[in-house]
């Protein structure tokens, strides 16, 4: 699918498959280069059916204006090689009556060989396969390409006239340009011309790390008892609460502020003597410097008010 000047000739046999009636006027120029490297130059044509009536060829001598210069005629490579190929005519009408399958025999033989070709193959006494040295290597004509094709070499494969095609070279190059079929560029090709596959290899090996994290965690998965633990452990409301006035209050403020919250909630529900007797006791108390002593004398004092019969001395 590249271009014929990537061929080199040596050591190589360059099989050109699927030749038309076109080709002894293309490809002339590369394919004397691949020769005269030794190379060998296998040409197969597409298996042609009977023409239905005798080619007529009309050259015209055109007028040449005066001062032009006459066109040198430049010579196709059949006429190089010394070959005609000839396509036979149809003889009978039902002949003509063919499906659109491509023939299995062709109707193409070789005509009027120059005395350097040898024939390798007749088919209804026609030269069909045909070989000669030209230049520094060698060409081959083979008028029918079936033998090459995936068909024949999947039924009838016929390994040692394969052998004889290829020669004795150990490089075998199938060009494909001819059919239409070329090489384009790709994400790959230009990754090879740039040697972008250790980016690549480093790539491949973050994605299957990044997959192997998000499937299973690298931290050990905790056990059920651990969670139980973990669930003891929370943190309720309550424990919330006392975690953002530990914050917020100062420690020498915080009976003061305890006491205002009991006056504010459940002071009211006491009886008026009990409440006084109890903010006299909040007052005094509220003042001390020790939280711990107003502490103790508060929790007195309560419970002096709901046990009036079980006095406690305030020593």
């Given amino acids: ?28 120029p590369e394919l004397e280069r691949i020769a005269r490297d030794a ?11 009977p023409r239905t009536e005798p080619e007529v060829r009309i050259e015209r001598s055109l007028p ?32 003509r009556n063919w499906s ?26 026609h030269p069909v396969w045909i070989e000669r040295p030209w230049l520094g290597g060698s060409v081959v004509l083979l008028a029918d390409s079936w033998m090459l094709s995936n068909e ?43 040697r972008l596959q250790g980016l690549i290899a480093a790539l491949l090996v973050l994605a299957g790390l990044y997959i192997w994290k998000s499937a299973s965690p690298l931290l050990p998965s905790a056990t059920p008892r651990e969670i139980d633990v973990a669930g003891l452990r929370g943190f309720s409301a309550s424990s919330g609460l006392v975690a953002l006035l530990e914050r917020s209050i100062p420690p020498q403020k915080l009976l003061g502020v305890c006491i205002g919250e009991y006056r504010g909630a459940l002071g009211r ?26 502490y103790e004398a508060i929790r007195k004092a309560l419970e002096e008010s709901r046990h009036p019969w079980n006095k406690t001395s305030k020593s």
Avoid at 14 to 26: I, N
Avoid at 65 to 84: C, D, N, S
Avoid at 283 to 294: Q, T
Wanted: charged letters at 25%; proline letters at 7%; glycine letters at 10%.
């Fill in 1 to 28: 699918m590249r271009p014929l000047t990537r061929v080199r000739g040596q050591d190589t046999t360059l099989f050109f498959l699927g030749a038309g009636e076109w080709f002894g006027s293309g490809a002339t």
């Fill in 39 to 49: 190379g060998r130059i296998v040409i197969a044509f597409t298996p042609q059916r």
């Fill in 64 to 95: 040449v204006e005066k001062g032009a210069a006459r066109k040198k005629h430049v010579p196709t490579l059949f006429e190089e090689l010394g070959v005609t190929p000839v396509t036979a005519i149809a003889e009978h009408p039902r002949e």
């Fill in 100 to 125: 659109g399958d491509p023939p299995r025999t062709t109707a193409l033989w070789f005509d009027k060989l120059a005395p350097e070709w040898s024939v390798q193959r007749m088919y209804q006494n």
């Fill in 152 to 194: 024949a070499l999947a039924r009838e494969p016929d390994a040692a006239a394969l052998a004889r095609l290829a020669g004795p070279n150990h490089n075998i190059v199938f060009d494909e340009r001819h059919l239409g079929l070329n090489e384009g560029g790709s994400v790959a090709g230009l990754m090879r011309r740039y």
């Fill in 269 to 294: 529900r006491l009886p008026e003597e009990s409440r006084r007797k109890l903010d006299e006791t909040f007052s005094e108390d509220a003042r001390a410097a020790d939280p711990v002593y107003g």
